[in-house]
């Protein structure tokens, strides 16, 4: 970095600039290229051959490349870049400019055996091939090993250090002074193990906060979209604020606030920080609080205080990890296995509740009564979930059951009241919504509380399921089904209720019946008097008595039925209305004395995801094909179709559900046109005339019969044809050109020219229509059947209204070479009708 | 040439420190003698500790400037209205919050040249 000072006012050149990294070369910055060489006269350490022009679009590279700020402060993170410790996190404790060197804290990977044998200079170990793991410095082992420790002050900061080898020691870590050349400080992104390491037993969840704000200055800028508002913060035009029209590579093209400047302006995207408004809504996209939505409370320089939509806390976030979005989210509910609002069990033989889930812990309201405390634990540090459903009692010695409505009547939450959510070893976690704190929760002695009433009983939601079974050929159904749900969560609780006494432990649990009339029924219990069980089946809509010896437990739902009710209901409800509607298919089907099928038939159902309505065909043809009589009961359903519908929607085996369903609703015209479909030959029908029309429906409900997807455009295909069909219903159509002949008298033809809306037809007399005009109406005339080599018109069928040639007939059909497409077809004569001549 | 050049780095070894505001370069002792030729109101030149807070020895790059009025390289860099002199490129700190103040009221904002 030798630059050459000349400096008088002799000289003609107006600048020097020597650049750092770019040793050995100077620039000159001059009128004329003599002056520069005039300049260099003299001096030795210059080559004045070796001028060279700057072209122009290179100038300001030379002067812009001095922007390499590596701002080291305190606390920051950096990575070792040489030694054992390359590629280490470390945090910088103390920063010397003035000798470029920084302080930082390492996780030491010290060997002490080695230490130990050099120190007492024994033979000295070879550099060793492997880098020893990083662990805590522990001092008394190093005393062990009779390695000197010594305690030393730092004179600058008045800490203690021990000193090991040379090698300062505090709390466990290395604190190591290297030059700045040796680590780097861009874009260090520490992952949450390493900064988990980090933390000194002491420190919480804060030391995320610091940590976070410390990433501030070595970070990578985040991504600008289109549309975001962004201020300047570096280079010339700094404070600028503008919005971003474009994003390249390099450069963000914004578009700036300020008149007099042109319309987009590139920008270095290092140049520029996010803006943001208070007020605006905004997402989290990158860092620790990824997926949050919020708005924005305050701005201050790089960081954002936002109102978190999902826990209603303020949250600090940088600037360039947040966009503008009007998305609202719910939050993550769950990882792993456990769930917000999960009682969980955690090593250190505590428990809590989690009350809030984060993007790799949770935070978990421990379960110490009269004061809140809060952790915030890893995935793996929990132990299990608790599903215990314990009972205790309250201050009034009244028994306290998951779900009873509690108040609080001592201790600092005194006077809040809520239901219940968890119960452990006789502390209760309340959730009370008014309750700001931890998501509601509050943890308490079950004997501060008093019971205060509205609990759920287990009865009660007997009787409700109950009544719901009844309703089961009312169209709501869908209710139903979260109702059937529900009681599917319920029993799993209420199987697990251990407080009560044998047999209450059987009420609400799902048995089978082994024994006697019912045998290889499922249900569920809903009393138990001594021997006898109440059992209300599940297929059935009654409750039966049966014997306690009769029934067995059936442990098929347990951990699926916990799960599915919490969000289940969400995603799976659309499965429930399609459970519902079979019920009433079962019952006429049990009428038709198919219980065995209704019963094979239910397990697949309880069991599987929702796709097996295929299984479901064959019961269901019997049923179909042997009770015509119950289709008349199907227009019952017809509410109940719709929703079944909608969820069959994409199955395509079970398109044939809703079109038969359909073709009824639309009772009257398709019907008649079916029949009228017999008579015309159509591709959709194989098997036409006399034909029920249930059995094209049978044909074409067959799962994954190509025919039976055509019906419904069929039906279509008919409404289009419905007004010519309208005009006539039985016999041919008539149609203008064609030669009729006045029914009864043999002698008079004439020519149709025109035919009426209403039926009639406009006749002109005479073989080739230039006679009388009369009108006629379709009874009284006929059309005149062609004979072969006759030019013919279609009058039915597909090709309605061609013309064509017969050229031969065969019985009662002709063959006819249609004149546009000049295919041969066979048709039936009745639909030919001679063409007139004109 | 109007103005009177601002004194010239005697030695460029560790002792050089840039003047956070202007950005001249000199050595420490230069700087204690004579304060900063931009930059008066400093007055490094009576307080001695003010030469290590307005002056830091982290910086990049060198440009001497014969003439700033009538250089494009000094224009660019915003020393435009300085005197002649040693200028860095760049400073790697900011001025302490203190400090602007002074800088500010005297009405030396950084503007579009």
Request: glycine letters at 10%; aromatic letters at 6%.
């Amino acid at each position: 970095m030798q630059k050459c000072i000349d400096k008088g006012s002799e000289l003609q050149i107006r600048s020097v600039i020597a650049l750092d990294h770019l040793k050995n070369y100077i620039y000159i910055e001059a009128d004329k290229e003599a002056h520069v060489k005039e300049a260099c006269k003299g001096l030795r350490n210059i080559y004045s051959q070796k001028v060279m022009l700057v072209p122009i679009r290179e100038m300001t590279d030379v002067l812009a490349v001095e922007s390499k700020a590596i701002d080291l402060s305190r606390d920051t993170w950096v990575r070792m870049k040489i030694g054992n410790y390359k590629g280490d996190l470390a945090k910088v404790v103390d920063v010397d400019n003035v000798r470029q060197r920084v302080t930082v804290k390492l996780i030491p990977r010290i060997d002490l055996q080695a230490l130990a044998n050099k120190l007492e200079g024994r033979e000295v170990a070879k550099k060793k091939p492997f880098v020893p793991p990083p662990r805590f410095m522990n001092v008394d082992e190093a005393r062990e090993l009779h390695i000197r420790v010594e305690r030393r002050r730092d004179p600058m900061t008045g800490d203690y250090f021990e000193n090991i080898g040379g090698m300062l020691f505090k709390d466990g870590f290395l604190y190591k002074t290297v030059s700045m050349k040796s680590i780097s400080a861009q874009n260090i992104q520490p992952t949450f193990d390493e900064l988990e390491k980090f933390r000194t037993p002491g420190e919480n969840g804060e030391s995320d906060i610091a940590s976070l704000s410390t990433l501030f200055a070595n970070r990578k800028k985040g991504h600008f979209m289109k549309g975001d508002a962004v201020i300047v913060i570096k280079g010339d035009l700094k404070n600028l604020k503008g919005w971003v029209e474009k994003v390249d590579e390099e450069n963000v093209h914004i578009r700036p606030e300020m008149k007099g400047l042109p319309k987009t302006l590139a920008v270095n995207s290092k140049e520029l920080c996010k803006y943001f408004e208070p007020g605006n809504h905004v997402k989290v996209v990158s860092g620790t609080q990824a997926g949050a939505t919020g708005m924005v409370l305050k701005v201050e320089q790089h960081v954002l205080i936002i109102l978190s939509d999902t826990t209603k806390e303020d949250i600090r976030v940088f600037a360039d990890d947040v966009v503008e979005s009007s998305e609202v989210t719910t939050g993550i509910t769950k990882i792993g296995d456990y769930e917000l609002r999960d009682l969980v069990l955690l090593d250190n033989n505590s428990f809590g509740v989690i009350i809030r889930v984060e993007s790799e812990a949770f935070q978990v309201l421990k379960g110490v009564p009269d004061r809140p405390e809060v952790a915030l634990v890893k995935l793996r540090e929990i132990k299990c979930k608790l599903e215990k459903k314990s009972n205790v009692q309250d201050r009034n010695k009244n028994t306290v059951a998951v779900k009873d409505v509690v108040r609080i009547v001592e201790g600092p939450c005194k006077g809040k009241q809520g239901p219940v959510e968890h119960i452990y070893r006789g502390i209760l976690f309340i959730h009370d919504r008014h309750h700001l704190e931890h998501a509601g929760f509050i943890c308490a002695k079950s004997s501060s509380c008093v019971v205060v009433g509205g609990s759920r009983a287990n009865g009660d939601r007997n009787g409700d399921a109950y009544s719901r079974f009844n309703s089961l050929r009312t169209p709501p159904r869908i209710p139903q089904s979260p109702g059937r749900y529900s009681r599917g969560g319920p029993p799993a609780g209420g199987r697990n209720r251990g407080g009560r006494g044998g047999h209450d432990a059987l009420v609400g649990t799902t048995v089978k019946v082994r024994l006697g009339p019912y045998k290889g029924y499922r249900g569920r219990v809903v009393d138990v008097k001594g021997q006898s069980v109440r059992v209300e089946l599940e297929s059935q809509m009654k409750v039966v008595t049966v014997d306690r010896s009769m029934i067995s437990d059936n442990v098929v739902v347990s951990t699926p039925y916990r799960d599915t009710p919490r969000y289940g209901m969400g995603s799976e409800t659309p499965m429930h209305p399609s459970r519902t509607p079979l019920h009433p298919y079962m019952t006429p089907m049990r009428d038709a004395g198919a219980t065995p099928i209704h019963d094979g038939m239910r397990t697949p159902m309880r069991d599987r995801a929702w796709n097996p309505y295929t299984p479901m065909s064959p019961p269901r043809d019997n049923w179909e094909d042997g009770n015509p009589g119950s289709w008349g009961t199907s227009p019952q359903y017809q509410p109940g179709s719709p929703p079944s519908r909608a969820y069959e929607a994409p199955t395509p085996g079970s398109g044939w559900a809703s079109t038969p369903g359909g073709n009824y609703s639309d009772a009257g015209t398709p019907r008649d046109s079916s029949s009228t479909y017999v008579n015309a030959p159509s591709p959709y029908l194989p098997s036409t005339p006399g034909g029920q029309p249930m059995t094209p429906n049978s044909a074409s409900y067959l799962p994954g019969t190509p025919g039976g997807q055509p019906m419904t455009p069929g039906t279509g295909g008919l409404d289009a044809m419905s007004p010519v069909i309208g005009a006539d219903n039985e016999g041919p159509w008539f149609m203008p050109d064609i030669l009729v002949r006045r029914s009864g008298e043999e002698s008079v033809v004439g020519v149709i020219r025109e035919v009426l809306p209403d039926g009639s037809c406009r006749v002109v007399l005479g073989s080739s229509g230039n006679g009388d005009t009369i009108t006629a109406l379709p009874n009284e005339i006929e059309i005149v059947p062609p004979r072969k080599t006759d030019k013919i018109k279609i009058m039915g069928g597909p090709h309605r209204g061609a013309t064509g040639k017969l050229i031969g007939v065969d019985g009662t059909d002709g063959i006819v070479k249609v004149d546009v497409s000049l295919d041969v077809k066979i048709l039936d004569m009745a639909i030919l009708a001679k063409l007139a001549q004109p | 040439m109007g103005s009177a050049p601002a004194q010239i780095p005697t030695s460029f070894g560790h002792e050089l420190r840039a003047c956070l505001r202007c950005r001249l370069v000199k050595t420490y002792d230069q700087f204690r003698e004579s304060g900063c030729e931009n930059c008066p109101f400093f007055k490094m030149d009576e307080d001695h500790e003010r030469v290590v807070d307005c002056t830091t020895p982290n910086f990049n790059g060198i440009i001497s400037v014969m003439d700033p009025t009538r250089s494009w390289a000094a224009r660019w860099l915003r020393i435009g209205r300085f005197v002649p002199g040693c200028y860095t490129l760049a400073v790697s700190e900011a001025l302490p919050e203190d400090l602007q103040g002074l800088w500010s009221s005297t009405a030396m904002s950084l503007e579009v040249m």
